[in-house]
C-alpha cells in the first residue's frame, strides 16, 4: 500500500519562529490533508490540498502531486501551534497517515 | 451541523468485557469511517461504510471487532471480550461528495 513519511519528526521552535514541516507519499493520490491534533486528541482539519498552494492565516501549505510531496508552512509560531501534526493521504477510498511531526513552540 | 460527534469520549472497562462506541457523522456524508490510533502513531484505518454497506476491513479488525451502520446515519463499533493491547483512542469520520474528512473527538478506550 501507499507509504507516507513525515520530517521532521519532532521540531522546537521558540515564539516568533517559522518553520516547514513535510510529507512525502509513495504513490499518486486524489486527496490529501493536513490535520493538528489537539491535547485532548481530536483531529483538526488544516488543509485538504490534493495539488497546488492554499493560505489561512499564518499558516499555508502546498502540494507537488507529480513528486508526491506536501509542504506545511507554520510562520511567526505561537505557544497554540504546539501538538502533533499530520499528513494524510488518500489514493484508494481511505486516508493513510503519516507518523506525525511534534511541534513544541516555548515561549 | 455541528459535526461528527462520537459517545463516549471516555470508556474503562475490564478485560474481557464487551464494549460499544458510537459514531453519528455530519449528516449529509455517504461515507463513514472508524480509525484507532495508540500513543505516538499515527491513526490507522481499520473499515468504513459507503452509506449502510461495509466496503472494507482492515486486516487489523480481528474477529472480536464488528461494526455495524444499520440505516446508513450512525455506526457503532463494538469489541468483544476486550484486550489490554485493544487500549487506544477510536476515531470516527465522515466525507460527503468531496474527499475531505472531518473527525469526532474520539472515544479513549483503557482496558485494564
Known amino acids: 500500500g501507499i507509504q507516507v513519511e513525515q520530517s521532521p519528526p519532532d521540531l522546537i521552535l521558540q515564539e516568533g519562529a517559522n518553520s516547514t514541516l513535510r510529507c512525502n507519499f509513495s504513490?499518486?493520490?486524489?486527496?490529501l490533508q493536513w490535520f493538528h491534533q489537539n491535547p485532548w486528541g481530536q483531529l483538526i482539519n488544516l488543509f485538504y490540498?490534493?495539488?497546488g498552494t492554499k493560505q489561512n492565516g499564518r499558516l499555508s501549505a502546498t502540494t507537488v502531486a507529480t513528486e508526491r510531496y506536501s509542504l506545511l508552512y507554520i510562520s511567526s509560531s505561537q505557544t497554540t501551534d504546539s501538538g502533533v501534526y499530520f499528513c494524510?493521504?488518500?489514493?484508494?477510498?481511505?486516508?493513510?497517515f503519516g507518523t506525525g511531526t511534534r511541534l513544541q513552540v516555548f515561549p | 451541523d455541528t459535526g461528527v460527534s462520537q459517545d463516549p469520549r471516555h470508556k474503562i472497562t475490564k478485560r474481557g468485557q464487551n464494549v460499544t462506541f458510537r459514531c453519528d457523522p455530519i449528516?449529509?456524508?455517504?461515507?463513514l469511517y472508524w480509525y484507532r490510533q495508540t500513543l505516538g502513531q499515527g491513526p490507522e484505518f481499520l473499515t468504513y461504510?459507503?452509506?449502510?454497506?461495509?466496503?472494507?476491513k482492515s486486516r487489523l479488525l480481528s474477529d472480536r471487532f464488528s461494526a455495524e451502520r444499520p440505516k446508513g446515519s450512525f455506526s457503532t463499533l463494538e469489541i468483544q471480550r476486550t484486550e489490554q493491547g485493544d487500549s487506544a483512542m477510536y476515531l470516527c469520520?465522515?466525507?460527503?461528495?468531496?474527499?475531505?474528512?472531518?473527525f469526532g473527538q474520539g472515544t479513549r478506550l483503557t482496558v485494564v
Open positions: 469520520a465522515s466525507t460527503g461528495l468531496i474527499t475531505e474528512a472531518f
Open positions: 504513490d499518486s493520490v486524489n486527496n
Open positions: 490540498i490534493p495539488s
Open positions: 494524510a493521504v488518500m489514493n484508494t477510498d481511505k486516508l493513510i
Open positions: 449528516s449529509e456524508h455517504n461515507r
Open positions: 461504510f459507503q452509506n449502510e454497506a461495509q466496503l472494507e
